[in-house]
């Protein structure tokens, strides 16, 4: 896919609006260069927001674990999720405390996640993953065994609810802080 994102009520940035950015390939292109995520699940009535790392092919986000995995099994029943990534290009240090500032891109993904059940489709997930994490490790690694992929859960976000932020630029001075 390509093109614009389709924006909902979740994915429409309220603060700061002319940050927000709704174009595939450049939600695509900050989730390809970081490679932690923070995702986020209500358990029991609790919120927790926890990284991991992540893997993304396609239109899809892919996140593992171990099956007693707490926010896993959450996902894998259903669990609305809100996963977040944010790359930090660095500090915006202005006159004035109020105004620092730093410059990011991040991006934020809705849904509910699929489990992924084959060996064949989480065999080719983890691919995802570890490629996604360090080129050319999966071909450098011994494969997963049956033991190891029963062993793992899978889950596979699509990347259908998403929109980017983005701050780039110097410091937003007060004018009467600009001879400081």
């Not at 490679?35 to 593992?64: K, S």
């Not at 934020?108 to 996640?113: I, N, P, T």
Request: hydrophobic share 40%; charged share 25%.
């Amino acid at each position: 896919m390509s093109g614009e994102l389709n924006v909902t009520e979740r994915t429409t940035i309220r603060r700061l609006p002319k940050r927000g950015v709704y174009e595939r390939e450049a939600v695509y292109k900050i989730l390809d260069e970081g490679f932690v995520c923070h995702v986020g699940v209500v358990v029991e009535g609790q919120p927790f927001v926890i990284p991991t790392a992540y893997g993304r092919e396609g239109d899809t986000l892919f996140v593992h674990g171990a099956k007693a995995s707490r926010m896993l099994k959450a996902l894998r029943d259903g669990a609305e999720v809100c996963v977040t990534v944010t790359l930090v290009d660095g500090l915006v240090l202005a006159r004035s405390a109020f105004h620092h500032s730093m410059n990011y891109r991040s991006v934020v993904v809705f849904g509910k996640a699929r489990l992924v059940e084959s060996y064949e489709e989480k065999a080719d997930a983890l691919r995802a993953f570890t490629e996604h994490v360090v080129p050319g490790r999966w071909q450098a690694s011994r494969i997963p065994n049956k033991q190891e992929l029963d062993a793992t859960l899978v889950l596979a976000l699509p990347l259908d609810e998403a929109s980017a932020k983005v701050r780039t630029g110097p410091p937003i001075d007060e004018e009467e802080d600009v001879t400081l």
